[in-house]
Structures are given as C-alpha cells and as structure tokens.
Nanobody, 124 residues
Framework: QVQLVESGGGLVQAGGSLRLSCAAS????????MGWFRQAPGKEREFVAA????????YYADSVKGRFTISRDNAKNTVYLQMNSLKPEDTAVYYC?????????????????WGQGTQVTVSS
C-alpha cells in the first residue's frame, strides 16, 4: 500500500507560479512511477506529467510542456510539480498518483494509488 498526501495548492494570478508536493509513505518509493493529474469542474481527470521510478524519465502533456516541471526526491519519498506561467485554464484539483510499476504512464487507469487532491485556482 502507498499513501499519498498533496500540498502546495492555492490561489495565484495568471503568470504566477506554484509548487505542488506529494509525500508518499508505504513501500519503496523508487519502485513506483509517479504522475500528476488534474480535474476541472465538469471535466474528466486528465494527465499532466509523469516520472518513472529510479531512472527519472519524464513525460508531459502538451498543454503544460515548457511551463511545468515534474521531479522526485526518492530519499524524501516526495514528488514535485513546479508550475510556472500559470493560466486560468490550469485551474483544477490536482492529484498525485502512484503506479505499481517503475514505468510511467499517461493513463488514469494505470495508477492504483491516489492522493486526496489539492485545489489550484488561477485568476485572470
């Protein structure tokens, strides 16, 4: 079992930055690929970014490429999402997820563990 707790959400003006953190507890953190997803009101949960286990390979959704950066610190059992140049359309609840494989995925169905989510609101 893996428990995930996100933090770092909040209200920011367009063009601003936020850094989300996701602390994991449970089994060996480096065995898990980690992902960030988001869900806006009335929309399906969508992929944002993912990072593999020990090798740290990274994949981004086109909508955030060049603005968001995912990283992980396996010694601290934590994954981060640095969000720069935020836009109103980035407003959503952001979820951290862990996959029972070291290979990343962009699909919700591939992740078995989820955090409770943290709200990010970008005002125009």
């Amino acid at each position: 079992q893996v428990q995930l707790v996100e933090s770092g959400g909040g209200l920011v003006q367009a063009g601003g930055s936020l850094r989300l953190s996701c602390a994991a507890s449970g089994r060996t953190f480096s065995d898990y690929a980690m992902g960030w997803f988001r869900q806006a009101p009335g929309k399906e949960r969508e992929f944002v970014a993912a990072i593999s286990g020990s090798r740290g390979s990274i994949y981004y959704a086109d909508s955030v490429k060049g603005r968001f950066t995912i990283s992980r610190d396996n010694a601290k059992n934590t994954v981060y999402l640095q969000m720069n140049s935020l836009k109103p359309e980035d407003t959503a609840v952001y979820y951290c997820a862990a996959r029972g494989s070291s290979f990343y995925s962009a699909y919700v169905r591939d992740y078995g563990y989820w955090g409770q989510g943290t709200q990010v609101t970008v005002s125009s």
